[in-house]
């Protein structure tokens, strides 16, 4: 079945994202449709930002598999931020924070030097309330944030720093996936993240990674980094206050500044948040949804829910600022 024999619309008349194509029988099996239609659905999702496929015969197991169609091997989720189980076949859940808290809005992997250029989702079963996937156009959060901003982000660039307690925050054991201090240390070197080992299991890293980059398809330059997830502001003006005189500066589970290693104000942290705010769009999740984004040109959050919420992910097309070049091989081929 063609792309022209699908229902196509915006389902947003205020914002490009998402872009949904609908199918009218239940029985159409995604991964079909979208083996047959990769290149077109490829330059869709590149003029739109994100697609959602609606209506479609689709499982945990397909859903894995559309990701493999149109992006190559399914990526694994190491030094990963948030936490979240994983499932066979590197197909994982949404992050597990309470259905009270909502996340901010923010790129995948944005804070390291390797990301997916395609994450997806499939709403296994939506929220009785709530729990919607926002999203915002990067460029549009990219103008807002202004000229000025984005330069100095460009220059200075953001430096990540992590400690690792027991009982505090997520461990290393569950970022790296691994209980070997060896293995550890073999990712680090192989990232340029710096670290230390300290008393009690404890472990301290930090890395310097982008403020800005390139979209290897579009050749856009947008703003792509985590700083305003990963300052000790996100947590809110009284948890901040705790943290700080928990831990100190020096010894937050995480945090973030420039890479030269100067605070960022949180005056500019907060122009940040408001342009995310300000471009946001949602929709309510219907059971069997997928959304496919591309993880530069769009950012994804959640909404605050009420009931049982199963959202799973899988990422996909490998993209590098250190080498470069990988998400164009992976869009070209086939």
């Given amino acids: 079945m063609g792309v022209s024999a699908i229902a196509q619309r915006s389902l947003n008349s205020e914002s490009r994202l998402p872009y949904l194509l609908e199918s009218t029988s239940s029985e159409t099996e995604l991964l079909s449709f979208v083996s047959e239609n990769r290149s077109k659905i490829l330059d869709l999702l590149l003029a739109s930002g994100a697609l959602l496929f609606r209506g479609f015969a689709v499982d945990r197991v397909t859903f894995g598999k559309v990701i493999d169609r149109l992006g190559g091997s399914r990526l694994e989720y190491l030094y990963r931020s948030t936490p979240r189980d994983t499932l066979p076949d590197r197909v994982y859940t949404s992050t597990q924070y309470p259905n009270k808290m909502e996340i901010p809005l923010h790129c995948e992997n944005a804070y390291q030097r390797d990301w997916p250029m395609q994450i997806a989702f499939f709403c296994e079963q939506p929220a009785a309330k709530g729990g919607e996937t926002p999203l915002a156009d990067v460029a549009h959060v990219t103008r807002r944030v202004g000229d000025d901003l984005l330069e100095r982000f460009r220059r200075r660039r953001v430096r990540y720093v992590r400690n690792f307690r027991e009982n505090i925050d997520l461990s290393w054991s569950d970022v790296f996936q691994t209980h070997s201090r060896e ?51 996100s947590m809110g003006r009284e948890a901040e206050r705790v943290m700080l005189d928990l831990f100190g500066v020096d010894g937050l589970p995480r945090h973030a500044c420039y890479g030269d290693g100067q605070a960022i104000s949180i005056e500019d942290l907060e122009l940040v948040r408001s342009a995310f705010k300000s471009e946001a769009t949602a929709f309510p999740w219907q059971a069997r949804d997928v959304l496919l984004v591309d993880n530069m040109q769009v950012a994804h959050g959640r909404r605050p829910y009420v009931g049982d919420r199963r959202v799973l992910v899988a990422m996909g097309c490998p993209h590098s600022s250190m080498t470069g070049g990988r998400a164009t091989i992976a869009r070209q081929s086939g």
């Fill in 183 to 233: 293995e550890v240390e073999r990712y680090c070197d192989g990232h340029d993240i710096q670290y230390a080992w300290g008393p009690g299991n404890a472990l301290r890293t930090e890395q310097t990674c982008h403020g800005t980059a390139i979209h290897p398809l579009l050749g856009k330059e947008l703003w792509f980094n985590q700083a305003h997830l990963f300052h000790v502001s």
